[in-house]
């Protein structure tokens, strides 16, 4: 397919190794987002959790509707319900046991005090009673690191077969999707639903639920027992929390600017990298290097002076917070010790309560962060879900009509837009007899490859019906349809393994021999046995490591082993060398022999022997015949024809004709 013609066929196809269930239809383009979809990518991306991560203020992004959203997460969560009761409940006594620790090191703390400078310094210490509080410490910690263990696995067992579930749901789907789709998301989009997304609700599930649950736990679990322990001591405490929330909140509204401006410089760096490495064959060829450094070195400062701020202001949070706390905790020991000494508090709950200080702004930092980390989540989870509720294709009937396949095709009154607003194909109408070679001309845009795309079903039809043998091919199940054609791009759509096996893929348990005469007939299997492990070699990421022609071949050699019966060709040796393309030409003439093809080519002396020639424009057939009869009526095509020996382009001949001809006349003689 012309790559020019993306306005009137998918315009994101999948790159060289892409899965089977993309569109084989579309016209290349980058594999990854623009800049502006990168940005949106990296905002979307969880930043750490813990006490302060190092990006402690970064913009969180959050669900556009949280309750549909936490709906159908906890939909996803059902099947594991009872798993997920016994984690809480695991989770609830590990975190109990920790919270307990402290009341026992305080009663440890007065058996010694009492043992040598208190009531019981006569008698000494009681090491028996010490040996059993001990041992009970270490019980609670032995307990609560089991139970730790326990609602780890549990959640890990839980977080993986729910994430292995979306995944497979999110694969199901991306092949159920209309190729619309396709056309109106980039493949960076599409690939941070299916992977970062998908990360992201990985990493939040398995981690932050249970740290947001203990989290909640220890701070209820700390409240009560300092509230029981000294109340004053507690409201100390508690005075603490407001004065941390108004400092964190004016760091985060400090920083977050920061930390964006950080996200798009990093995702204009990605994509000059990325322009970089695609096209470092260009920049060298032009001698454009040290601008493409001074650009890069321009980025890397903007980037470089963002970072900076956002890091060193996300940074003074620790060492602010830190101060307010240690503030805390340096009055919780004063006026402690003002208990001890009017014998209002023993210096054993006294100890438990500085513990517990230190330990009480913990969860409340943690809650604080978990949850943005779960409002990321959410976020994450929506995007998947709009993937997940995109539009499918029509469904397919239950069964194939059965019919004999001659390879009659008939178009009636059919009517196509990708936009409804804007259509393609205006009722078109078309009679192919079986055994036919249809070419079909025009300049970019026209409507060729759509043609082609709706026989395929890659599309609906908006008005009319297209007829195989008499039978409507919407009748029939997609891949019963998809058999009948043996379909070449333009863009040759090889993926990363080996060549035998990407020929293989035209048709289901190939024999070797198969195989060999497939790349025979296509003229590819004398450079393949060159290469150094000839059909076992392996082709790479990009398939870089073959030329355009010989890609262009080995695609040829698929559809060869598929044996179809309907052959659709978009500009199939536009890739090859003139040798390569006569005998490709040569092997093309054999295999359409007593099979209806059509052929699109904006060479005009590749359709001269074709038994009928469609000049459509503006998605109407203008002009149809054979050669040499649209040549005598010196009409359009001939006009076209003869402008090819010229250095004008076919595009700029349409438009000259355009100007000389009247066109909607012409069309409704056709018609």
Known sequence: MNQNDKEVSAPSSPSPTSSPTSSPTSSPTSPSASPSSKTEDGLR??????????????????????????????????PYRVTLFIVFAVAVFSTVF?????????DVVN?????????????????????????????????????????QYLMVNVTQKMVARLRSDIGSKLSRLHLKYYDTHTHGEIMSRVINDVDNINNTLQQSILQLLTSFV???????IIFYLNPILALVCFSILPISAVLAKIIISRSQGYFKDQQVNMARLNGHVEEMYTGHKIIKAFGREDKAIEKMNGINEDLYHVSWKAQFISGISMPILYFVQNIGYVLVCIIGCLFIL???????????????????????TQISTVINTIQSMLASMEHVLDLLDAPEELPDPAVSPDFTLKGDVVFDHVHFGYDKENPVIHDLSLNISSGETVALVGPTGAGKTTILNLMMRFYEVDGGSILIDGVDISTLKRPDLRKIFGMVLQTPWLFS???????????????????????????????????????DTVVNENASNLSEGQKQMLTIARVFLSNPSILLLDEA?????????VYIKEAFANLMKGRTSFVIAHRLST???????????????????????????????????????????MDETFKRIENEMDYNSNAERIK
């Open 497 to 535: 393994s080996t060549i035998r096996e990407n020929i293989a893929y035209g048709k289901d348990g190939a024999a070797d021999d198969e195989i060999i005469r497939a790349a025979k007939m296509s003229y590819a299997d004398d450079f393949i046995r060159l290469l150094p492990k000839g059909y």
């Open 342 to 364: 009017s014998g209002s508090m023993n210096i054993g709950n006294v100890q438990s309560f500085i513990l517990y200080s230190k330990q009480f702004t913990q969860p409340v």
């Open 573 to 581: 040796t536009s890739s090859v060398d003139t040798l390569t393309e």
């Open 45 to 78: 991306q969880r930043h750490g959790f813990g006490r302060h991560g190092p990006n402690f203020g970064a913009p969180t992004v959050k669900p556009k509707n949280f309750r549909k959203t936490i709906l159908r997460f906890l939909v996803y969560l059902k």
């Open 218 to 224: 220890t701070l209820a679990g700390i409240s009560l």
């Open 607 to 649: 359709v001269k022997n074709a038994d009928m020639i469609l000049v459509i424009n503006k998605g109407k057939i203008i002009e149809k015949g054979s050669h040499y009869d649209l040549l005598k009526q010196n009409g359009f095509y001939a006009m076209l024809y003869n402008s090819q020996f010229t250095d004008v382009n």
């Open 98 to 106: 920790a919270v307990l620790a402290p009341l026992i090191i305080g």
């Open 111 to 151: 058996v010694l005090y009492d043992g040598t400078i208190g009531s019981s310094k006569d008698t000494g210490i009681d090491y028996h009673k010490i040996v059993i509080l001990v041992g009970g410490l270490f019980v609670l910690y032995i307990a609560s690191s089991v139970f730790s263990y326990i609602q």
